[in-house]
């Protein structure tokens, strides 16, 4: 994979399913398919982290002002209403 520094997560699963698909067409030649392997294992690497801060994001969210509970149910939809 290459340095793709705009990569969104949302890319970077499109382009799983991408070589899923063409890992099992089972058509690609043994090399190339390994490097699609090794592509993907980034990829996945890449959304792994981008879940992890998303999940991090909410716990942050959850637990604003102490312990109260504040909206959790989507990043980026709690107002700033103070």
Same mark, same amino acid.
């Not at 969104?8 to 699963?13: N, P, R, V």
């Not at 899923?20 to 990829?43: C, D, F, I, N």
């Not at 991090?56 to 637990?63: D, K, N």
């Given at each position: ?5 705009? =990569? ?14 063409? =890992? ?9 398919? =390994?490097?699609?392997? $090794? ?5 996945? /690497? &890449?959304?792994?982290? $981008?879940?992890? /801060?998303?999940? =991090? $994001?909410?716990? $942050?969210?959850? &637990? ?19």
């Amino acid at each position: 994979m290459e340095n793709k520094p705009n =990569l969104t997560f949302e890319d970077a699963m499109k382009r799983l399913e991408e070589i899923v698909r063409q =890992l099992e067409a089972g058509e690609l030649p043994l090399s190339e398919s =390994l490097e699609k392997y $090794q592509e993907s294992m980034q990829l996945v /690497k &890449f959304c792994r982290e $981008q879940l992890d /801060k998303a999940e =991090l $994001q909410l716990e $942050q969210l959850s &637990f604003d002002d102490g312990d109260e509970i504040a909206e959790k149910s989507v990043v980026g939809e709690v107002s700033d209403a103070e």
